[in-house]
């Protein structure tokens, strides 16, 4: 999986070409600076730098905090409410074979929820809150 790439979208305002590294994996231990991003709230934030105005982008990333041992996945998708139900799911079965044991796994489908989520995991002491599918 490749951990970031480089991106590009057409401004909103002014037509202006806005450029930004899209992260698609970040580990709190590696990506100091994204993961301060990410908890301060600015990470999908991008500036057009033709006329100020600010733009959310808001893209699937899958987010590791080794330190509590939590594992946190955002992912972005237009499906219903009961698709992402089935993908949870699924995902659910994935970690109950291959998951790490101790480790806490989370999938989140809103951008709030997520940085809301990393937060937690990074600034509370014990990942209790957070046991959706803890491996044992
Ligand atoms: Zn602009």
Not at 71 to 79: G, H, L, P, V
Request: with cysteine; hydrophobic share 30%.
């Amino acid at each position: 999986m490749k951990v970031k790439r480089n991106s590009e979208i057409r401004c909103p305002e002014c037509g202006g070409k806005v450029s930004f590294t899209m992260w698609s994996f970040l580990d709190s231990d590696l990506n100091i600076e994204e993961t301060f991003a990410l908890t301060s709230g600015s990470f999908f934030r991008h500036v057009c730098p033709k006329c100020g105005i600010r733009i959310n982008v808001y893209h699937s990333v899958y987010f590791n905090d080794p330190r509590s041992r939590s594992f946190i996945r955002y992912i972005q998708t237009d499906q219903s409410d009961k698709e992402k139900d089935a993908l949870v799911r699924r995902l659910a079965d994935t970690v109950s074979e291959d998951g790490i044991p101790g480790y806490s796994f989370k999938v989140v489908f809103d951008p709030k929820e997520f940085i809301e989520s990393v937060r937690n995991v990074r600034f509370k002491p014990a990942p209790s809150s957070f046991n959706q599918y803890r491996v044992s």
